[in-house]
């Protein structure tokens, strides 16, 4: 082997030398990245499992409070039912009662008016079934009226037309002013423990 053959020689050497030099140094690089790698894709991991864990909760939270209002909203409207179911079978009894008991509470609710002047209002089926001593029934009660021949556009009850003012005792008109009350008095009944 001649000079030439052994500096080549020599230089495929020194070559494979720093090839394997190189390539130790890129593998171990490339074991450090991949551990960092490693390390961060864990901590990535981590991150998004308690972002998602996070997400259910929320998800959770807003579910378990749309529930609640729904059922809330539910609740509400089916005691908002039972109200009117039970508000018109209270006018229904009312409007049915027997002539004497429902005169009863016409004159009870002219006391309230007691001192009054004016013309009674009632609707056509009251007109035909009105006492004969309605008029001074409602005097005893404390209310000086006539009785107005044309009827009134109201369900029960009467209207007392005092010149420009008149005053509604329409048993509807009643219930519908005294509703609040009437459906806390319901309320307690029917939905209170």
């Given at each position: 082997?001649?000079?030439?053959?052994?500096i080549?020689?020599?230089?495929?050497?020194?070559?494979?030398?720093?090839?394997?030099?190189?390539n130790?140094?890129?593998?171990?690089?490339?074991s450090?990245?991949?551990a960092?790698?490693?390390?961060?894709?864990?901590?990535?991991?981590?991150?998004?499992?308690?972002?998602?864990?996070?997400?259910?909760?929320?998800i959770?939270?807003a579910?378990?409070?749309?529930?609640?209002?729904?059922?809330?909203?539910?609740l509400?409207?089916?005691?908002?039912?039972?109200?009117?179911?039970?508000?018109?079978?209270v006018?229904?009894q009312?409007?049915s009662?027997?002539?004497n008991?429902?005169?009863?509470?016409?004159?009870a609710?002219a006391?309230?008016?007691?001192?009054k002047?004016?013309?009674v209002?009632?609707?056509?089926k009251?007109?035909?079934?009105?006492?004969d001593?309605?008029?001074?029934?409602?005097?005893?009660?404390?209310v000086k009226?006539q009785?107005?021949s044309?009827?009134?556009n109201?369900?029960?009850?009467f209207?007392l037309?005092?010149?420009?003012?008149?005053?509604?005792?329409?048993?509807?008109?009643?219930?519908?002013d005294?509703?609040?009350?009437i459906?806390?008095?319901?309320?307690?009944?029917l939905?209170v423990?």
């Open positions: 082997m001649g000079g030439g053959d052994k080549l020689n020599r230089i495929n050497a020194d070559c494979d030398k720093r090839i394997e030099a190189i130790a140094d890129t593998a171990q690089k490339c450090d990245i991949m960092e790698a490693q390390i961060q894709a864990a901590e990535l991991c981590d991150d998004i499992a308690k972002k998602a864990a996070a997400k259910v909760l929320q959770k939270s579910a378990k409070s749309r529930a609640e209002l729904e059922t809330r909203n539910a509400l409207k089916k005691r908002r039912e039972e109200i009117d179911i039970t508000y018109k079978s006018l229904a009312l409007t009662l027997a002539d008991e429902y005169f009863d509470i016409i004159y609710l006391k309230k008016l007691s001192g002047e004016g013309v209002m009632l609707n056509t009251d007109l035909q079934r009105a006492p001593d309605f008029i001074s029934k409602l005097e005893q009660s404390g009226a009785l107005c044309t009827p009134a109201i369900s029960s009850g209207i037309k005092c010149g420009d003012i008149e005053e509604n005792m329409d048993f509807a008109a009643i219930l519908a005294k509703r609040d009350l459906e806390d008095l319901i309320n307690h009944e939905f423990s």
